[in-house]
């Protein structure tokens, strides 16, 4: 197996977390487990090695109260992965090594009432069939918050390389234990998550492979990269046991000195809204101090002169949801981060001026394009060019930009583009909201997004 070996690293739980930035606290406490700040990672059958490390400026988090959760992707010199069986005939019939791809990033959980923390690997290893779904599009999954409908395995190892325990997930729902039956990690701390004795099992086999790659340079100056073929490490045995135990996927087990912070579903301790909806239980639009809540909806709905308006109204181009300072906020349909601003601090005024946003454009299979603006916001999670699924944290509202006058209430402004058409954004809400602003309906989150191209 590919293992991911932090020198120095004890993993003990009775760090004091420093009263600061959540990821900051958390890069902190990796830094002290693991002063070398590289990852050395490698199979235990071979003598090479891959040099990695935490890429803390994508590092993304979210929280539980007390409880938060950084994950952090990696930077390698070189590529590797985990592939099923599947996946490998999948890529041998259609020579796309896009089947062959796992994401693994480092889990950071902490916990700032009991002051501790515990790190560790996760890996995403979607299903072929998921992956065709989707695209190919398949790695927004966070830590117990999973894409939509995801189906694939997910793995976890210990920062020394230990295989602690996976699942496997059919729709998000948890279908199998995976216990790895190889001798070098029989000797775990961990336990892994017991089943029932009269529950079907059987072996199931998955490789790793690695790609090592070159930069060249002319007198000097970088001029490419190139990789060589993947190569098969080695062919893990498994066991897979049918679970049906209301498990979330994460992971569990408890060593002689402590125990893993337990980490809740995040529609338990921090709701998510319903697919369509960028903050959980919408309750109304904000009021502007002139116009009142109209001057919150999308249109001619302000005082003032506007030749969008024919000079009878002021022209508004989106839509004002109240909530406070912080609250969480998610993406309303899937799609690629093209523009963020998110260079201003909390409450920075700047007249006609958005402050700290995010747009995501999701692309229909017929072309079409829709691009959602998030404005006014205190942080910013993603990049441009990140791919986002629907109801994945990407920021916190706020007061920023024109927001952060004494006199603006804190609100989250939305604005739509369909096809590159301004449009209300109340229509794409899965909570239905009257023309005065008050909720008609709340969203049921158990119904599909009903928008459609």
């Avoid at 897979?240 to 125990?259: D, E, L, M, R």
């Avoid at 003032?304 to 609250?327: I, R, V």
């Avoid at 700047?350 to 999701?362: A, D, K, L, M």
């Amino acid at each position: 197996m590919l293992f991911c070996i932090l020198y120095s690293c004890n993993e003990e739980y009775t760090h004091e977390l420093p009263e600061d930035d959540v990821i900051v606290a958390a890069q902190n406490w990796f830094l002290n487990e693991n002063p070398q700040k590289e990852i050395l990672k490698y199979s235990h059958i071979a003598s090479k090695q891959m040099k990695m490390k935490p890429l803390w400026e994508k590092a993304f988090y979210r929280k539980y109260n007390d409880v938060s959760v950084v994950e952090v992707p990696i930077l390698t010199q070189g590529n590797f992965g985990y592939a099923t069986i599947d996946g490998q005939n999948e890529f041998g019939t259609s020579g796309d090594t896009r089947f062959l791809q796992s994401l693994t990033r480092i889990v950071i959980v902490s916990n700032k009432k009991e002051r501790k923390a515990v790190g560790f690997l996760m890996t995403l290893v979607p299903d072929c069939e998921y992956r065709k779904r989707n695209n190919h599009k398949v790695f927004v999954s966070a830590y117990g918050v999973w894409q939509k409908d995801f189906s694939g395995l997910i793995l976890y190892h210990s920062l020394d390389g230990r295989y602690l325990n996976g699942w496997k997930l059919e729709n998000k729902i948890v279908t199998h234990t995976i216990q790895l039956q190889n001798d070098a990690d029989q000797n775990l701390d961990f336990k892994i998550i017991p089943t029932k004795q009269d529950e079907a099992c059987y072996n199931y086999y998955m490789t790793t492979w690695t790609q090592t790659c070159t930069d060249w340079y002319l007198n000097g100056e970088y001029t490419n990269t190139t990789c060589n073929a993947g190569s098969e490490e080695q062919v893990y045995l498994y066991t897979f046991c049918n679970y049906s135990g209301g498990s979330t996927g994460t992971i569990t087990g408890s060593n002689a000195n402590s125990s893993l912070i337990e980490v809740p579903e995040l529609n338990v301790n921090e709701a998510v809204p319903c697919e369509g909806d960028p903050i959980f239980g919408i309750n109304g639009i904000a009021p502007t101090s002139i116009s009142g809540v109209v001057g919150g909806t999308f249109g001619c709905v302000r005082a003032g002169s506007d030749p969008k308006c024919n000079y009878t109204h002021g022209y508004h181009g989106g839509l004002d949801l109240k909530c406070e300072q912080n609250t969480p906020v998610y993406s309303m349909l899937s799609g690629s981060v093209i523009k963020v601003v998110k260079g201003f601090a909390i409450n920075e005024y700047s007249s006609e001026s958005y402050g700290n946003y995010i747009t995501i454009r999701h692309t229909y299979p017929s072309g079409n394009t829709v691009d959602i603006k998030y404005a006014h916001l205190n942080s910013v999670y993603y990049s441009v060019g990140d791919e986002v699924v629907a109801n994945v944290l990407i920021g916190r509202s706020g007061k920023t930009g024109n927001a952060a006058a004494p006199s603006v209430v804190a609100h989250l402004h939305i604005e739509v583009k369909n096809s590159g058409v301004s449009v209300d954004p109340a229509y794409y809400l899965a909570t239905v909201l009257s023309n005065n602003g008050t909720v008609i309906s709340k969203c049921n989150p158990n119904e599909q997004p009903f928008l459609m191209d």
